[in-house]
């Protein structure tokens, strides 16, 4: 709980939550794997959240021009997924805040 809540503070001033940021480091894996967009249940799969949880942090996260959503080619049920350069960026720091955080913890 102590990580929990020290990544949450430090994570505060970037306007971040955790689940936020595992869904942003959750689209930059799949997209890796796949070297293509993405569709929320492979970031789902990616970092570990359910299909809900994942449709409403990509909901946000693209109202916030982090991520942009389309509609998938095959299938209208689903969308595809890309980070965009404001989401890279983002990403970037927050991974380096949290790798603070873990130093700070590391013995």
Request: glycine share 8%; with cysteine.
């Amino acid at each position: 709980m102590a990580w929990q809540r020290r990544v949450d503070r430090a994570l505060r001033p970037l306007a971040l939550t955790q689940t936020q940021l595992l869904a942003l480091l959750g689209t930059a894996t799949a997209i890796e794997k796949f070297q293509d967009a993405v569709s929320q249940a492979e970031i789902g799969a990616a970092c570990g959240l359910d299909l809900a949880t994942i449709s409403a942090v990509a909901r946000k996260l693209h109202d916030l021009g982090l991520i942009d959503r389309g509609p998938h080619g095959l299938d209208g049920r689903k969308c595809r997924v890309i980070l965009t350069r404001e989401g890279a960026l983002l990403l970037r720091q927050a991974v380096a805040v949290v790798n603070q955080v873990a130093g700070e913890l590391d013995p």
